[in-house]
Structures are given as structure tokens and as C-alpha cells.
T-cell receptor, first 114, second 110 residues
Framework: DAGITQSPRHKVTETGTPVTLRCHQT?????MYWYRQDPGHGLRLIHY???????DKGEVSDGYSVSRSKTEDFLLTLESATSSQTSVYFC?????????????FGPGTRLTVT | GEDVEQSLFLSVREGDSSVINCTYT??????LYWYKQEPGAGLQLLTY?????DMKQDQRLTVLLNKKDKHLSLRIADTQTGDSAIYFC??????????FGKGTKLSVKP
């Protein structure tokens, strides 16, 4: 988890409210990712970023948006939270310059939508 | 199909070897990874292997890759109770994203 923080670590919110999760890195890595982890599904990619202001959709992007205005911060927004978005959200970073594209994960945010 | 497959559970005795298996789907995947997740924590990268290798050893960990069968395994020698965790294999797709298996829960009995 070194160099990657996520905030908040836990959040409970109501259906229909917007929620923003933050990922912050101190490694100056180019790539950042948002995953969700659910029982029976493993980790699934929501969105990723390959540079400032450059983002793309992942496997399960519906209902989520992202923004990256600085190298170190990647924000995930649930525009109108639903109970199906109750999950643990992980941010990851990687640097293509290493050649092996390994991703390093943050500690996670547990989100409950009631 | 699209899924990376792993068995869900493995139970071993302390001191034995553990072997966690994985089958992946994309024959063009260049890198394959093993991650470890302890309760309440994020994923920790254990090791990875490049697709032109068939074996990689790192202390107690040995990764075997059979590219023909798209089969990956992780062997943990002298398994300890601290190795109890969920282990995920993942393949790197051409777009640069990782596809994960659902994880294998390793239980180590004293």
C-alpha cells in the first residue's frame, strides 16, 4: 500500500446521493485504476486513467464517472448511488516504464449504500 | 470465455507445500500475476511471470506457466499460518488492464 491512500476508508450513504471517492498517490505513476470487489466476482475494473485528463471505461463503468486533474489524484464519482454499488473499492497504480505493468493497490474503501 | 478460473478453497497443513492453480483465457497475455489479500486489506503483489518463461522462483514461491494449456500455478513451499489469505491470479490484457480470477482462499492448519 506504500504511496497510495484512499479516502474515505469507510462510508455509508443513502440511495440517490452522489458520492466521491479519492485515490492519492505519491509515486508519480502514469496509470491509475478503480476496481470494485464483490463476493463471487473477484475484482472488476470500473475506469482507468493513462494520464492527466485521459481516462477510459472498464468492464463495469455504468453509474460511475472519474476525473484526473493532477497526476497524483484520481477521483471516482457515483452520480446517484444505488444499493448495487455497495462494494469495496480499490484504487491501483502502475508505471508502464517498468515493462511488466504490475499494479499496486491501495487499502480500499468500503462503501455501503442503504 | 472471458473468465480467469481458480478453485475457491484450498486447505493445507503447516509445513506442507500449497499449490494454487489458475487457468486464463487470452493466449496473447504477456504477463501473469499472483496477488495476496489478507482480511480487510488491499491486494499485495507477490510475483509475476512473463509469457516467454515457464518457471519463476522467488524464495518460497514458485510460479509455473503452461502457455499451451493457458495454465498458471503458484507453489508455496513450507506453508506457514501467515500464508493464510486469498490468492488471486490475474492476466494482463492488450489494453493494459488486468483481468482477475475470483480468488482462492488458502487455509493453513497448524
Amino acid at each position: 500500500d506504500a504511496g497510495i491512500t484512499q479516502s474515505p476508508r469507510h462510508k455509508v450513504t443513502e440511495t440517490g446521493t452522489p458520492v466521491t471517492l479519492r485515490c492519492h498517490q505519491t509515486e508519480n505513476h502514469r496509470y491509475m485504476y478503480w476496481y470494485r470487489q464483490d463476493p463471487g466476482h473477484g475484482l472488476r475494473l470500473i475506469h482507468y486513467s493513462y494520464g492527466v485528463k485521459d481516462t477510459d471505461k472498464g468492464e463495469v463503468s455504468d453509474g460511475y464517472s472519474v476525473s484526473r486533474s493532477k497526476t497524483e489524484d484520481f477521483l471516482l464519482t457515483l452520480e446517484s448511488a444505488t444499493s448495487s454499488q455497495t462494494s469495496v473499492y480499490f484504487c491501483a497504480i502502475s508505471e508502464s516504464g517498468t515493462g511488466s505493468y504490475e499494479q499496486y493497490f491501495g487499502p480500499g474503501t468500503r462503501l455501503t449504500v442503504t | 470465455g472471458e473468465d480467469v478460473e481458480q478453485s475457491l478453497f484450498l486447505s493445507v497443513r503447516e509445513g506442507d507445500s500449497s499449490v494454487i492453480n489458475c487457468t486464463y483465457t487470452d493466449s496473447s497475455s504477456t504477463y501473469l500475476y499472483w496477488y495476496k489479500q489478507e482480511p480487510g486489506a488491499g491486494l499485495q503483489l507477490l510475483t509475476y511471470i512473463f509469457s516467454n518463461m515457464d518457471m519463476k522462483q522467488d524464495q518460497r514461491l514458485t510460479v509455473l506457466l503452461n502457455k499451451k494449456d493457458k495454465h498458471l500455478s503458484l507453489r508455496i513451499a513450507d506453508t506457514q499460518t501467515g500464508d493464510s489469505a486469498i490468492y488471486f491470479c490475474a492476466e494482463l490484457r492488450s489494453q493494459g488492464n488486468l483481468i482477475f480470477g475470483k480468488g482462492t482462499k488458502l487455509s493453513v492448519k497448524p
